[in-house]
């Protein structure tokens, strides 16, 4: 969903002038402020402070990833100890 800054303004409980200068870096965003926007936009608040080449990155997909690769070798090296055990 795309949230103008009118209704991202009335959700986060701040003035439509608030929302643009935390966009274009003229306000700080207030630790209450800063949880209802990663709420409304489904990430994390560290994520909001990357830089802009590492905010392109799909994190979930990553950390899935990573979990699998986890999972095989977790299995490799469990099928290598069956087989080495039954000898």
């Known amino acids: 969903m795309e949230w103008s800054q009118e209704e991202l303004a009335e959700y986060v409980g701040v003035s439509k002038n ?4 935390i966009e274009t870096g003229n306000k700080f965003v207030k630790a209450q402020t800063l ?3 990663t709420d409304v936009f489904h990430i ?3 994520v909001l402070f990357l830089p802009p080449k590492i905010k392109n990155i799909n994190f979930n997909k990553m950390v899935a ?3 699998n690769n986890v999972k095989e070798s977790a299995d490799i090296l469990m099928n290598d100890f069956i087989k080495n055990s039954s000898k």
């Open 18 to 21: 608030t929302i643009h200068d």
């Open 35 to 37: 949880v209802l926007l």
């Open 44 to 46: 994390e608040p560290f």
């Open 65 to 67: 990833k990573f979990a």
